[in-house]
């Protein structure tokens, strides 16, 4: 089946650190790529929706300039939370697809953030 | 706007039981539903997908879904609960809007099959 790799799977560091969390679909082309943030005992919430080559999709009431999404390659897909604070702690869940709406999505096993 | 409702939290059921974890949603459209699973620490796996076709569906597991078009719904069940279906439950709705794929989840049900 489609695997998604996503590193790291834990972060620990110090307010205001930058942070980058990579996604790659190992065996497939994925066109497109979500980045959801979970919270404990919630559903996932989307932040973002990336398609290669072009600008992510942010989802209402995520900043753009704080959750940087670039996804330059049909395999690779970051989220780079800039100057990350303690309220920025979650974890944080991709996903990648092929072009098409009727195929399921495949996860990434998640990165757990946690800035001090 | 489309949504997806989990209406249940939790839903506890005896080892060797038949389970049901429920799911409704609204879209304008024709939607494509999905069921995935999600283990502690982990990221999701997809259980089943419905598109078009035969109202059951078939996917990992032993577990299947129905989908009702008048209901609205798309039910998660499986005949004989296992111990290790313990998790965390999402529906998800998906829809193709202007080049981009919307895509909606449940809340999620916790499943606890008690030994």
Redesign the interface.
Known sequence: GAV?S?HPSRVICKSGTSVKIECRSLDFQAT?M?WYRQFPK???M?MA?S?EGSKA?YEQGVEKDKFLINHASLTLSTLTVTSAHPEDSS?Y?C?A?RDY??Q???????T?LSIL | AQSVAQPEDQVNVAEGNPLTVKCTYSVSGNP?L?W?VQYP??????LL?Y?TGDNLVKGSYGFEAEFNKSQTSFHLKKPSALVSDSALY?C?V???SGG??K??????TKLQVIP
């Open positions: 998604v996503q497109t979500f919630q559903s996932l989307l929706t398609n999709t974890f869940i996903s697809t709406s009727n399921p999505q495949h996860f990434g096993d998640g757990r | 494509y999905f995935y620490n982990r990221g999701l796996q997809f997908k598109i999402f998800a998906r829809l193709q981009y794929q895509v909606t989840f449940g809340i999620g």
